[in-house]
């Protein structure tokens, strides 16, 4: 017993463990929502409960605690880790730009005809971080030290991107009052952070109120967990220890990957295949989504790294392969979460959200495999 116990304990401590937790997670949502249970399923998700449905708790309740956890993530990168200085921040920037960019392009050639589908341009856009470390944590040794920092830097400079692409054009109707009492509580949270507070209980509670009035602007509640994050301090007197920000990031961190996470893939990916035909790989929604991620990813990143190590703006990750950076560049196509999150906020049109799920689940699907192979047996970089 011990030795399943250790084993068990083994695996959720593997690198790869929280980006196979979320596809089995969403695995099952996909198997239950086409069993004789679906009903069920899509009834519990549509219930609901203090005035919310389960789906709207899980797409806006736990998601601003992903929404938190990616916030200080990209904080600390910025501030003291891959991203601290402009030198760092312009390969991984420029790429991730580059792989907004031409997956937006992509989803657009297909979908520009068609007002309500075009609200999805930014859906193959995003990279799913854990999914794609998960993959590169599965090849160990085979892939340079260099290469998982940049794809880390390029997912949290992506994820930071995705968070103003939602502010910006995936916001309803503005209510000010909301907005502006929204406003005075952050406005509170820092000034907490330069007065020197360091309890975690006054954050936590001003938080909470952030996220309903967030929730209650028009704006969507899972940003109020980003601007609390950027509200937490890092930088906090030697006596007092362990800076809150790490605090609040290790203390989140398994519960992000093995909870929020796995129920937000088991919530979403669930889509009834009854009534589908092979002509759903052929909707413009579904190709633009996938070939997105496919193309398009690697497309924007491999070509403006390319660009720019032979325009001497930038180096090679060192000991990397331009093959290998081409694997890496695949991987970035492996949109899932935040690919699928997107969506629910482009859509208002359930055969358009199922659509989108089939496009994001294609593209991921093959820009993983790919990727995998690449590097697999990909040749190291000469010395």
């Not at 998982?148 to 400079?157: E, Q």
């Not at 996938?290 to 990813?297: D, E, R, S, V």
């Not at 899932?336 to 089939?358: H, N, R």
Request: aromatic share 12%; proline share 4%; charged share 10%.
């Amino acid at each position: 017993m011990n030795v399943v116990i250790q084993k068990f304990g083994a695996f959720f401590r593997a690198e790869p463990a929280a980006g196979i937790v979320l596809m089995i997670a969403a695995l099952l949502g996909i198997i239950v929502a086409n069993s004789p249970l679906s009903g069920k399923y899509f009834d519990i998700l549509g219930s609901y409960v203090a005035g919310m449905s389960i789906s709207h708790w899980v797409n806006d309740g736990l998601m601003a605690v992903f929404f938190l956890f990616v916030g200080l993530e990209v904080k600390r990168e910025l501030l003291q880790g891959e991203l601290d200085t402009n030198a760092k921040r312009l390969l991984p920037g420029l790429a991730a730009f580059a792989g907004l960019v031409v997956p937006a392009l992509i989803y657009l050639l297909f979908n520009s005809g068609d007002a309500e589908a075009s609200k999805g341009w930014a859906i193959p856009a995003a990279t799913d971080i854990a999914f794609a470390l998960g993959v590169l944590a599965l090849l160990g040794s085979r892939v340079p030290l260099s290469l998982k920092i940049f794809l880390t830097a390029l997912a949290i400079m992506d994820d930071l991107a995705a968070i103003v692409i939602i502010a910006l054009f995936y916001t309803a109707n503005l209510a000010p009052i909301y907005l502006l009492l929204a406003a005075v509580v952050l406005a509170a949270l820092f000034m907490m952070n330069k007065r020197g507070v360091l309890k975690s209980w006054p954050y936590l509670l001003a938080g909470l109120l952030l996220w309903f009035l967030v929730l209650k602007s028009g704006i969507h509640a899972t940003l109020a967990g980003v601007l609390l994050a950027f509200a937490i301090p890092l930088r906090t007197p030697e006596a007092a220890g362990e800076p809150l920000l790490l605090k609040w990031e290790h203390a989140l961190a398994n519960w992000v990957a093995f909870l929020v996470v796995p129920i937000f893939g088991f919530a979403n990916a669930g889509v009834s295949f009854a009534g589908f035909s092979m002509d759903v790989f052929t909707q413009p929604v579904v190709l633009g989504i996938a070939l997105g991620l496919f193309l398009g990813k690697q497309i924007g990143i491999f070509g403006l790294v390319w660009g720019a190590v032979k325009l001497g703006w930038a180096s090679l990750p060192e000991g990397a392969g331009w093959l290998q950076v081409y694997g890496t560049a695949l991987l970035c196509g492996i949109g899932f979460t935040m690919s699928l999150f997107i969506s629910l906020l482009a859509f208002t049109s359930p055969e358009l959200q199922d659509y989108s799920k089939v496009g994001v689940f294609l593209g991921s699907a093959l820009a993983g495999i790919l990727g995998y192979l690449v590097l697999r047996f990909a040749p190291a970089a000469k010395a």
